[in-house]
């Protein structure tokens, strides 16, 4: 199987932050990836590294064959990107955001009305055409931003926590939407916050502090370090100490109910 993304040493700093330091990984074609963290931990500096946004300090990588660094253009062409803010115009209607990406990423008036009509079928977003964007909830914003991401067919995905604040229902059909495209053959880079979505990636990373503390499968991952949930292991991995914190302070009743 190929490999969709490959990162050795990859490392971004801020002046005297480090924000990613020295992280190694790779994604194979047409899996779906999921990159865990806390806020504040890496997970969007990289994703932006890879998609073309940012530059790195060091080390290396390459996205669909392209290099990060002197191949920036062509990544961006070949990716669909979801960012964790809306990316759509929410003065216009759900049409026009679609026809307003179609043309950006240069598709024809054929290809336009097919793959828009494609996208609107994907997303369950017919009847709903003439909606503003604004207007819509946060479930459906974010059917319809993953919508305009996929218009131009890309090859490889990054959904930066699509599914942040949305209902269970929205974020199941979200996640059907997802293997759907992954059985497809489409490569998707996730990040979220939500375990029981963690559980249906094929593999796992996990960032803290910058730092790629963990790597594999979710059922390996959980043999690797005891535990019986994804929960555990990150709480393991990214908040034990803090959470122990707490415990101290009840125990020393410094906090009174």
Same mark, same amino acid.
């Given at each position: ?86 990316? @759509?115009?929410?003065? @216009? ?31 369950? @977003? ?73 559980? @249906? ?57």
């Amino acid at each position: 199987m190929q490999t969709a993304v490959q990162v050795k040493e990859l490392t971004k700093s801020f002046g005297a932050h480090v924000a990613v330091n020295q992280v190694s990984f790779a994604v194979k074609q047409g899996e779906i990836f999921g990159f865990l963290g806390s806020n504040g931990s890496g997970k969007s500096t990289t994703i932006r590294m890879l998609c073309g946004i940012l530059t790195p300090t060091s080390g290396s990588g390459q996205v669909l064959g392209y290099d990060i660094y002197s191949q920036a253009e062509k990544i961006k062409q070949n990716i669909g990107y979801m960012s964790q803010r809306f990316s @759509l115009y929410e003065e @216009l209607t759900v049409m026009e955001n679609l026809e307003f990406y179609a043309g950006i990423y240069g598709l024809d008036r054929s290809q336009q009305k097919q793959r828009i009509s494609q996208v609107i079928e994907l997303a369950s @977003l017919d009847g709903r055409e003439g909606f503003q964007a604004g207007m819509l909830s946060g479930g459906w914003k974010q059917r319809l931003a993953l919508g305009c991401a996929l218009l131009h067919r890309p090859p490889l995905l990054f959904l930066d926590e699509p599914t942040a604040g949305v209902d269970p229902v929205s974020r199941r059909i979200f996640w059907e939407i997802i293997r759907y495209l992954s059985n497809s053959g489409i490569t998707v880079f996730v990040t979220t916050h939500y375990m029981d979505e963690a559980e @249906l990636c094929d593999s796992i990373g996990f960032i803290h502090n910058g730092i790629l503390t963990a790597y594999g499968t979710p059922e390996n991952l959980k043999k690797e370090f005891g535990y019986k949930t994804l929960e555990d292991v990150f709480i393991s991995l990214v908040g034990s100490k803090e959470l122990n914190r707490v415990r101290e302070l009840f125990d020393k009743e410094i906090l009174i109910p």
